[in-house]
């Protein structure tokens, strides 16, 4: 069996995470458990490949947010978008 062998780095700041891992580590390896974690984030979040689905997805979380979408007569002028809706758009890519 192939292994791939991926590095994680902390920061100083991520103090809390170590000792959670640290704590891990007593019930099962780490990278059984950073596994368990993806497979769950992966099945969570299945990758979108139909571009219709993608577009409601999209309007879907826009809607449910503070952020606005303009018809096409107006042109705004600014549009400012919250963190909250800045983390939605990144979730979907």
């Known amino acids: ?22 704590q891990i580590k007593t019930e099962r390896t780490i990278s059984s458990y950073i596994r368990h974690l993806i497979r769950q984030d992966m099945l969570a979040n299945p990758p979108i490949n139909n571009l219709e689905k993608l577009a409601e997805v999209i309007a879907s979380k826009l809607s449910n947010g503070t952020l606005q979408i303009s018809s096409k007569q107006e042109k705004p002028t600014e549009m400012t978008v919250s963190l909250e809706d800045k983390s939605i758009i990144d979730s979907l890519f």
């Open 1 to 22: 069996m192939n292994r791939e062998r991926i590095t994680i780095s902390f920061l100083a700041e991520d103090a809390d995470i170590i000792e959670h891992l640290q």
